[in-house]
């Protein structure tokens, strides 16, 4: 079996899989799993062995209908009552041209909202109001929405481009590109690996980080590809 067609099938069983953007943009490998199946102990695994940001995709037909804001957009609202946030621009991004932040959420049911249990319960039930949004129109997914979750929050969300791999090819997007082509809600939630010495993990050690776990280890190219002859198979 490939190891695209392996990514397909963990991601459909829950299981994780690596990504690495590439060398030409941030340098960093995901640890990755569909939203849908996060579990306290996913997070664990997240804050372990992986240790950067969890953060939490939206495709852009949910953020879209549920109108959640690119943070540098929402930000950009306020200079006039906030002239300090003006100056906080993020218009010197070195390695792409756009963030793919968004809010950050808790699910309702959470206390602090950052113990495992309680980000694992934001992230899945995110995925599952995703699923269900899709059958929604606009203003009924966004009273629900809030009916659901808080924010701020302790999960990060991430917009996905309209475009996905046609628009920018960071890690939001090649997850999402994952599950799309693996038939799945197009939610994933990511965290970059880093090594001991504080940087990000290098390519070759996480490699073998996922030949030692049994993990699928891709590279943003091998889902480019992918992405680029879909409609062709
Ligand atoms: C949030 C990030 C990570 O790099 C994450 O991989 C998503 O961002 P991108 O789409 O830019 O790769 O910035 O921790
Ligand atoms: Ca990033
Ligand atoms: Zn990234
Ligand atoms: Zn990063």
Redesign the pocket.
């Known amino acids: 079996m490939s190891d695209l067609k392996k990514a397909f099938s963990d991601l459909k069983n829950g299981e994780f899989i690596l990504i690495y953007d590439s060398d030409g943009r941030?340098r960093e490998t995901d640890l990755i799993i569909a939203s849908e199946f996060m579990t306290a102990e996913g997070v664990k695994r997240q804050r372990k062995d992986a240790g950067g940001l969890i953060c939490t995709s939206a495709p852009s037909r949910m953020w879209k209908k549920l109108d959640l804001p690119f943070m540098a957009e929402l930000l950009a609202e306020c200079y006039n009552a906030h002239p300090v946030l003006k100056g906080l621009a993020p218009n010197d991004l070195i390695y792409?041209t756009k963030?793919?932040f968004s809010l950050t959420i808790n699910h309702r049911k959470t206390f602090t909202g950052i113990p495992d249990a309680d980000r694992a319960l934001t992230i899945s039930e995110f995925a599952k109001f995703g699923k269900k949004c899709d059958s929604m129109n606009e203003a009924e997914a966004r009273e629900e929405f809030g009916k659901y979750f808080r924010a701020p929050g302790h999960v990060h969300l991430l917009n996905s481009q309209p475009g996905v791999l046609d628009d920018r090819a960071?890690?939001t997007e090649l997850c999402t590109a994952m599950l799309m082509m693996a038939d799945m809600f197009p939610s994933a939630t990511m965290c970059e690996i880093m090594g001991d010495n504080g940087r990000s993990m290098p390519k070759e050690e996480t490699m073998k980080y996922a030949e030692k776990h049994g993990l699928v280890f891709l590279e943003g190219s091998d889902i480019i590809d992918a992405w680029n002859k879909r409609d062709k198979d």
């Open positions: 941030e792409d963030s793919s960071g890690h």
